[in-house]
């Protein structure tokens, strides 16, 4: 299983996208590979045009869905400390959707360069190529 984050998406989605990122989020889709979590969900239809928003939907429904717990909030908070004592200001639902990821065992396919240094803190969060 992999956890889609919004950024994969929003190359999905667009005309001019990244082809392999294109590629790599239908065949997830498509497979029943395909995850979501709530910050990621929240980020795509809060910026959706409305002329796209079905289409959005139903894609993003054809998805196992993740919730954020909890336990969660409480890590991603400490996460976020020892991110910022390196320097690194990183947006909290970014630090979510890793560690949903995490906690589900799955890899995140992202364009986000974030996660990477989220990595730096949580080294078992898995990056898939696309």
């Not at 890899?107 to 996660?115: E, I, M, N, T, V």
């Amino acid at each position: 299983m992999t956890l889609v984050d919004t950024s994969a998406w929003i190359e999905f989605f667009r005309g001019d996208g990244d082809a392999a990122t294109k590629r790599a989020v239908g065949n997830l889709v498509l497979a029943g590979e395909a995850a979501v979590t709530c910050p990621v969900r929240f980020e795509l239809l809060q910026g959706a045009r409305d002329a796209e928003l079905a289409d959005l939907l139903d894609a993003i429904e054809l998805c196992e869905r993740w919730p954020s717990t909890p336990d969660h909030w409480d890590a991603a908070a400490g996460i976020a400390r020892e991110l910022r004592k390196r320097g690194r200001n990183i947006p909290v639902s970014d630090i979510l959707i890793a560690l949903c990821a995490i906690t589900n065992k799955a890899s995140l396919l992202a364009r986000d360069r974030h996660f990477r240094m989220i990595q730096e803190v949580l080294n078992e969060l898995e990056l898939a190529s696309a």
